[in-house]
C-alpha cells in the first residue's frame, strides 16, 4: 500500500486528497505546515504532495529539505499561484509535478499515479542493485531478451558457429562469452579479435599466423589466435570488415578447420568454435558483391540478433543498476526525474551509450543522488539549460493529459496562460506595462486574463 504525504494549510485541500488517496487503496497522512510534515516524513513514504504556500517555512524551501532528506522521493508541487518563475523553480529545485489551484481532481490523480509509478521504477533500480544477478554481464527481462537467452541456452549444448548480430553497442561480445561461458569449451581460452581494427595486410598474420621470415620483421614464428585459443572460442567482431583474401581463408577453416601459417607450407588444424558478430548486413553486402556467398551461410548456422535498447527501454532501471554495481557505486541512488530522462531517450549507441553515461552521472554527482543535471545533455528533450529541462518537463506533462487530437490547443491554452501570468509578475501587475511587453492591446490582454482566471495588482488598470 502507498504511503503519501499531504502537506496544505487548507483543510478542504487535505480532505481532497485524503478521499482521493484512500479511494485508491492509498494511506494518506496530512499535515498543515512544512515543518510537521518534515516531522511526519517516515521511511515508508512514498510520495509527497505539497503546497508551496504555508504558514511558517515556503513549500520551495520544505521541497529541498525533503530532496536533502530523501533524494528518491517523488514531490508533487500545488499552489494557486501558477507563474512561469514558481514552476520552473519548483521543477529545478526537484519537483516531480507541478500542478495549480483550484485543483482538478483528475489532474492531481493521474498526476500521483506517474509518480507512483516512477518510484515503482526507481524502487526496481535498487532491488536489481541488491540481486546483482545476470546471466555472464547480458542484463534484461523483457521479452525481446528472453528469445535471446533462450537461444544462448540452446546453442551452449552445441559447437554450432553462430553469428550475431544487432547495432553497434547492443552487447554482441557478451553474449559470445556467455555462450562460451556455458559451454562445454568453458575452461578453454576464449579469443576476442576485432576485425575491423586489424591492419589489412596483417589480418591472416594475425589470424592464423607466420612462419619465420614470412615477410619483412618476421625474426621468428608465430602462432596465430586459431591456435592460441585451440580447445576453446574465437569471437570474429565485426566480422563484415574482412577482407576478400581473409575471407577465402576463414571459408576453408570453417569446412575442416585447417589452415597453413603465412608463409608455411605445413598443414596445421585448431579445434576451436566460432562465434561473428556483424553490425553490417551481410545479405546486402553478398547482393552488392563485397562479401562471398559461400562464406555467409558457413557463418550463419545459428543466427541471433540483438534488439537494440530502444526496443527493450523496459531493462534500463536494471541496466543502471548494473552499471552503478560495476562501477562500485551500488549504493548510489538515481532520481525519478533521471529516470524519466533515461528511459525517454532513444540510445542510438545502444547499452554501451547507457553505460558511458551512467559512469559519468555517477561522477559528476559526486556523494548525493543522480540528478537529470548529471546526465549527457543529449538526453534533454529541448536544450541543456534548466530552465529548458523545466520547460520540456512541463510540456512533456501537458501533451500527456492532453486529449487526442487537442494536444496543440490545449498545450497553447497552458503555456499563454503562464506566458501572461509571468508578464504580469514581471510588470508589477501593471496592465500597460505587460500588454507592451507582450505586443498586444490592453483590452486584449484583460480578455485573456478573465478566460484564465488571472488578476492584476495594480489599482490603476
Known amino acids: 500500500m502507498p504511503h503519501v504525504l499531504v502537506i496544505d494549510d487548507e483543510p478542504s ?18 499535515a498543515p505546515t512544512a515543518e510537521e510534515g518534515l ?10 504532495v505539497l503546497d508551496v504556500r ?18 528518491e522521493l517523488p514531490v508533487i508541487v500545488i499552489t494557486a499561484h501558477g507563474t512561469m518563475q514558481t514552476a520552473v523553480e519548483a521543477i529545478k529545485s526537484g519537483a516531480f509535478e507541478y500542478i495549480t489551484k483550484p485543483i482538478d481532481l483528475a489532474e492531481a490523480e493521474a498526476a500521483v499515479d506517474r509518480a507512483l509509478e516512477r518510484r515503482a521504477v526507481s524502487e526496481e533500480v ?34 554450432a558457429t553462430v553469428l550475431l548480430t544487432g547495432e553497434s553497442g547492443t552487447g554482441k561480445e ?22 575491423a581494427s586489424l591492419p589489412e595486410g596483417l589480418i591472416e598474420s594475425e589470424l592464423f599466423g607466420h612462419e619465420k621470415g614470412a615477410f619483412t ?8 589466435r586459431f591456435e592460441v585459443a585451440a580447445g576453446g572460442t574465437v569471437f570474429l567482431d565485426e566480422v563484415g570488415d574482412l577482407p576478400s583474401p581473409a575471407q577465402a581463408k576463414l571459408l576453408r577453416f570453417l569446412e575442416d578447420h585447417s589452415f597453413t601459417r603465412v608463409g608455411g607450407t605445413e598443414q596445421l588444424s585448431a579445434d576451436v568454435r566460432i562465434v561473428a558478430a556483424t553490425n553490417r548486413d551481410l545479405r546486402a553486402l553478398v547482393a552488392d558483391g563485397a562479401w562471398r556467398e559461400d562464406l555467409f551461410y558457413r557463418l550463419n548456422v545459428v543466427a541471433l540478433t540483438l534488439p537494440p535498447l530502444r526496443a527493450r527501454k523496459a531493462d534500463i532501471p536494471r541496466l543502471v543498476a548494473r552499471f552503478l554495481q560495476d562501477s562500485g557505486n551500488s549504493g548510489k541512488q538515481v532520481s525519478e526525474m533521471a529516470l524519466t530522462a533515461l528511459t525517454a531517450y532513444d540510445w542510438p549507441g545502444n547499452v554501451r551509450e547507457l553505460r558511458n553515461a551512467v559512469e559519468q552521472a555517477a561522477v559528476l554527482s559526486r556523494g548525493g543522488p543522480i540528478l537529470p543535471e548529471h546526465l549527457p545533455p543529449r538526453l534533454a528533450q529541448r536544450g541543456s539549460g534548466p530552465d529548458d529541462a523545466a520547460a520540456a518537463t512541463l510540456i512533456q506533462r501537458w501533451l500527456a493529459e492532453a486529449p487526442e487530437g487537442a494536444a496543440w490547443e490545449a498545450v497553447s491554452e497552458k503555456w499563454e496562460r503562464l506566458l501572461i501570468a509571468r508578464a504580469l509578475e514581471d510588470a508589477k501587475g501593471s496592465l500597460s506595462a505587460a500588454s507592451r511587453r507582450l505586443g498586444i492591446n490592453r483590452a486584449t490582454l484583460r480578455k485573456k486574463m478573465e478566460r484564465f482566471g488571472l488578476r492584476s495588482s495594480s489599482e490603476s488598470d
Open 13 to 30: 485541500i487535505c480532505w481532497a486528497f485524503r478521499q482521493l488517496l484512500e479511494r485508491k487503496g492509498h494511506r494518506a497522512v496530512v
Open 39 to 48: 516531522e511526519a516524513l517516515s521511511p515508508e513514504t512514498d510520495l509527497v
Open 54 to 71: 504555508l504558514p511558517g517555512m515556503d513549500g520551495l524551501t520544505a521541497l529541498r529539505r525533503f530532496r536533502e532528506k530523501r533524494p
Open 126 to 159: 535498487r532491488r536489481h542493485q541488491a540481486e546483482g544477478a545476470d546471466l555472464g554481464g547480458i542484463v534484461g527481462s523483457t521479452p525481446a531478451m528472453q528469445e535471446v537467452f533462450k537461444k544462448i541456452g540452446a546453442v551452449c549444448l552445441t559447437d
Open 174 to 195: 557478451l553474449v559470445a562469452r556467455a555462450i562460451h561461458a556455458n559451454s562445454r569449451r568453458a575452461k578453454k581460452p576464449f579469443e576476442p579479435i576485432n576485425c
Open 217 to 224: 620483421g618476421a625474426l621468428r614464428a608465430k602462432p596465430g
